[in-house]
């Protein structure tokens, strides 16, 4: 039921240590949003902006989730504006009852709140990331279907203006395609999304790479002064030495170049790419032409110039390390390898092993992420310094994705950083009836029970859906 109430009345019951969640989403005249809808509202603070916005009420919808909690953690009924409290054991009896009962209390607590904050921002970016990838879907889709249609030609500004809105998007945070996991990636638009998961992973490798790098240079151009005294000065210092890697323009085009590095696969036929058993010693020659050939071809039909994009298109299966097997074309040694050119190899080989393709199932990202480790730490100091930035940046346990604990149990990703989850079932698979505390996985961990299982598979919310508690369900109904 959908019930408007003044915010005057809402502020006194939260300044009176109330709480409030109004269940739907409240929008500013010009349409900001002001509370998403699954926020339980503690502070004042919140609802004095709301009403600065020039909102005198917010509609409560006790349908949905929308609810008023007073001070001692009873139930205000919402009549028509006038606010009728029922105590706690009542609450049960009312229409409500069966959402109440299925929580495991009527007063949220702080844990719950935490939870609840998180998948808000999940569905959030999960919303926007959507968004964005079909955009950029469908801008490589043009560029291809303009390929064919044109025997070469597309418009390149075009692509350019949409990278940058991409790069924009990325850049926010960290790497948000990370949120999508592998639940929208179909194998049957996979050059589509392989372009785009690229671009998102090598971009965020590659900001994280130079941010460090950055920070690095600049502390030992500092520590080397002898003249710096007090921390202001080392600050200042810090500012007018930063160096970084690549400038902003540069940033862009190797966005850019991670975007198209494939482009040359549209010359390539179709029933070799999508070949579902082992490739002719002829077929192999044909597809690594997607690199140093058509695609060089293409660029030049398009007059592009830039040597960063040409670079990362020409040169993204190169050697890595002296006699890498199976690597093409053959003319360049790898020392001469660019950095952000042996990123988008890397970002390549993972996004096509944890990629599903019509001939194999998607490899769990901890063992791909652990293969290149093995294949790759040792052979140059470089290599490792992305492959630390890579683990750092694209975060193996997505947001929204699902790991199994040590002790049988499964969790729901709620930060890839640490990981941060929360159970949601016991030993035996079987959904938990209350919220645990979410809590961090930490190498340090003492209890090993608690610990990341990675033998087992990280499971997408729809494997496992109707194990999932309605809280998480929510998430994936509303995505
Ligand atoms: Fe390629
Ligand atoms: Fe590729």
Redesign the pocket.
Known sequence: MNTEISIDNLIKIVAADGKVKTGMDVYSTNGVLLLAKDVLVEKVKILEIIRDAGISSVPIDTAIDGCLWDDNGNLVKINSDELVHIPAFDAQNTARSVDLQTSDSIFPDMATNEIEMKLVEIEEIKKQAFLKYNKAKKSIKKVIADIKATGGRFDFDEVEANVSVLIEFLTVGDNPFSYLTQEIFSYDDYLYN?SIN?CAIGTAVVNRFNTHFSNTVSNLLCDNRSDVDTPFEKKSEQQQNSFACYYPDELKDISLGFFL??LGKVMVPDEILNKQSGLTKEEFIEVKKHSYEYGARLLEKNGIKNSMIKNIIYY?HAALYEREEKCYPLAIKHTQIPLYVRICKLA?IYD?MTSKRCYKEAINPISVVTQLFRKYAKKDKILQYILHSFVKSIGIYPPGSILFLRNGQMAYVLDSKGPFVVPFTDEQENTLKSKPDPFIISASESDQAKMIDNRRSLKTPKDVYTILPSYIKRIIRNT
């Open positions: 392989h690229v590095h494939d993204h390549d096509a």
